[in-house]
């Protein structure tokens, strides 16, 4: 396996269907993504680090280092990660920026993270040192694995935005995947993580260094899952994806982060060992995971207790786990299967999640943020402590760190590196799967120089105008994503000539001028969403989506009230858009109690008509105080009154 340096992309593949670009070829200029990508860049950084500071994380390295951690370290047990996520997103974001300031503090923390580095490269400070548990003694939750995983990434990030840099990181991660290598591979310990992440992180490690060890270490941990190693627990051997392996495994089961990151690595295992038998398994379980466990946002995980998905069709608007970093983790699967296989599919699942998940995380000032999503809150959300970090699950408000903080270094590093999401080459041209005001510059494996700017307004309005800015006389491919919620209305024009198109990709081969244009115009007008009927909990309901996103219903619009539980929707009068403002026609209806909240005949509803009841965009919600919300809107009954 040969290493690229070029390309400064998460993800590298040596083979498939489409090549990712990086983010030295993408630029995103402005729009939705631009706004968000600068807010985490001047905001969300400098408060992580604020945090990770406050709270002892960072700390925790000096402490080893001088030999001094016992019963002195602060966090979880997998605090470690946090500052190798928080890395990660700074490596991404100074390969975008540039940003000289960002760079003296990312090389600040790498020197504490080094100095606390064993000397036979093993590197964790919840483990191995006097008053701590012995090193991989708690496989199942000790997350040794995992943090190590992160640190790969770390490194692998820094090395494609500033190849050869001096400031050791790669040279840490090294010695600490070599000691993986060592305590793990087929004479070591025959064991694996509990949560998964290190399979990934040690197949791109091997991209990155062009060592061969790595790849076939992440094969063992994959072919390990799945025996039984880890033991009986109290969710079932399934929370660790250990229930079965996972090339009998039919669709994503247990936590929801495990399982996404673990598919994620089995297909960069698979990709690189061109094993189809395991390629076509993870296929599988995408497509049953989207088809009957994912919600209408893109969020995965119905259970709290275990933070996991449910069974098929179990999707509880208000028992919606989401957790963001199952959706950080979703599109990391995802983006490997477009990869693999240029299916749009793949691209719709991104968008989707991307815009309903990831952006719906952080506050609009980007400094606390949703560990979890749900799609109904039935009460008032109360205020966190701003001194102090929320129970994950327990913050009804964004709240600006949490004792368990992996989404916030998740969204981070997300952000930092978005643009390597956008766009794709083959050996024939340039494919456009998300769209943001950007330019895309590449140059095809025989030399042909292809580059286009972008100019949209999207999401809400969607016109994408893509205009050549390359001159070459040799004929190109430019492709285009039309997304699968536009099944009708969708058109492209070229030349002049404009002509309707389905949903899927579009694809123009022709000799290009620079000043040529491509306009897709997508209809992102609001429309009405019904559910599977086999989603019990939302039979009878609607939601409203516009073009990729989803709306609410909050509070805070609602004339006259506090709640959005007694207001029922009029089907019968579309949504409506005016001067971007959606609204609905909604009957407000009026329950009372009773001693028993079950009747033998049903119960009339009636009530007054709301006309031009506003939604709001769901990743938005929440940044107006509190408020109570839902996405799935009970229908209106037709009022007797009515009748004739």
Not at 165 to 172: E, H, I, S
Not at 573 to 597: F, N, Y
Request: aromatic share 8%; charged share 25%; with cysteine.
């Amino acid at each position: 396996m040969s290493g690229s340096a070029l390309t400064a992309a998460p993800a590298l593949p040596v083979r498939g269907r489409l090549r990712p670009l990086g983010i030295t070829d993408v630029r995103i200029t402005g729009g939705f993504w631009a706004e968000r990508q600068s807010v985490n860049g001047e905001a969300t950084l400098a408060h992580i680090e604020h945090w990770l500071e406050r709270e002892g994380w960072l700390g925790n390295f000096d402490l080893a280092a001088q030999g001094v951690l016992d019963g002195a370290r602060r966090g979880r047990e997998f605090s470690d990660s946090e500052i190798y996520k928080f890395l990660e997103a700074m490596a991404w974001e100074i390969g975008r920026t540039g940003n000289a300031r960002l760079e003296a503090r990312f090389r600040a923390v790498v020197r504490r993270v080094a100095a606390a580095q064993e000397p036979d490269g093993y590197l964790n400070t919840n483990f191995g040192r006097p008053g701590q548990a012995p090193r991989w003694s708690d496989l199942a939750w000790g997350h040794e694995l995992y943090c190590v995983g992160h640190l790969l990434q770390a490194a692998v990030a820094r090395a494609r935005t500033r190849p050869g840099a001096d400031d050791g990181l790669l040279d840490v991660a090294r010695r600490a995947a070599d000691n993986v290598c060592a305590t793990f591979g087929p004479d070591g310990i025959d064991g694996l993580c509990g949560h998964p992440g290190i399979e990934a992180a040690l197949v791109e490690f091997a991209r990155a260094t062009g060592d061969d060890r790595y790849l076939a270490q992440a094969a063992l941990f994959v072919d390990r899952r799945g025996h039984g190693r880890l033991g009986d627990v109290e969710f079932g051997r399934e929370y660790f994806q250990d229930d079965r392996p996972v090339r009998q495994a039919t669709v994503l089961r247990g936590h929801a982060v495990r399982a996404n990151y673990l598919a994620a690595g089995a297909v960069d295992v698979a990709v690189e060992l061109k094993d189809a038998g395991l390629l076509e398994a993870v296929r599988d379980q995408w497509q049953n995971t989207v088809a009957r466990r994912t919600y209408v946002t893109g969020g995965q995980g119905s259970r709290h207790q275990d933070e996991a998905f449910g069974e098929d069709w179990v999707l509880p608007p208000d028992r919606a786990y989401s957790e963001t970093c199952a959706g950080v983790g979703s599109v990391l699967l995802a983006w490997r299967l477009l990869l693999v296989d240029g299916d749009p599919r793949y691209a719709d699942l991104i968008e989707r999640t991307l815009f309903n998940v990831v952006a719906t995380s952080p506050a609009v000032d980007g400094r606390s943020f949703f560990y979890t999503n749900t799609l109904h809150r039935r009460e008032l959300g109360t205020r966190p402590d701003t001194d102090r970090p929320s129970l994950r699950a327990a913050s009804s408000l964004r709240a600006p760190w949490f004792e368990v903080s992996c989404c916030p270094t998740n969204v981070a590093r997300t952000m930092a590196g978005l643009a390597a999401y956008v766009a794709t080459s083959d050996d024939d041209g340039l494919q456009l799967h998300q769209y943001v005001p950007g330019e895309v510059a590449h140059r095809l494996p025989d030399g042909r120089a292809v580059s286009v700017s972008v100019e949209t307004g999207y999401p809400h309005d969607g016109q994408i105008r893509v205009r050549i800015d390359s001159d070459d006389d040799r004929p190109w491919s430019l492709s285009l994503r039309v997304p699968g919620w536009a099944t009708t209305g969708a058109t492209v024009t070229v030349d002049g000539e404009t002509r309707p198109v389905g949903s899927g990709v579009i694809t123009e081969h022709r000799t290009w001028r620079r000043g040529d244009e491509v306009v897709l115009s997508l209809p992102v007008a609001p429309r009405f969403t019904y559910p599977d009927a086999r989603v019990d909990a939302v039979r009878g309901c609607v939601a409203v989506e516009r073009g990729p996103l989803v709306l609410a219903l909050e509070s805070v619009d609602v004339p006259g009230g506090d709640t959005v539980g007694d207001l029922r929707v009029d089907t019968d009068r579309p949504p409506s858009l005016a001067d971007g403002r959606v609204t609905l026609r909604c009957r407000r209806v009026r329950s009372h109690d009773h001693d028993w909240p079950y009747r033998a005949e049903p119960v009339p509803v009636t009530g007054e008509v709301l006309d031009d009841v506003a939604l709001v965009e769901y990743h938005a919600w929440a940044n107006r105080g509190p408020s109570t919300m839902r996405v799935w809107l009970p229908v209106a009954a037709p009022d007797p009154a009515d009748r004739g």
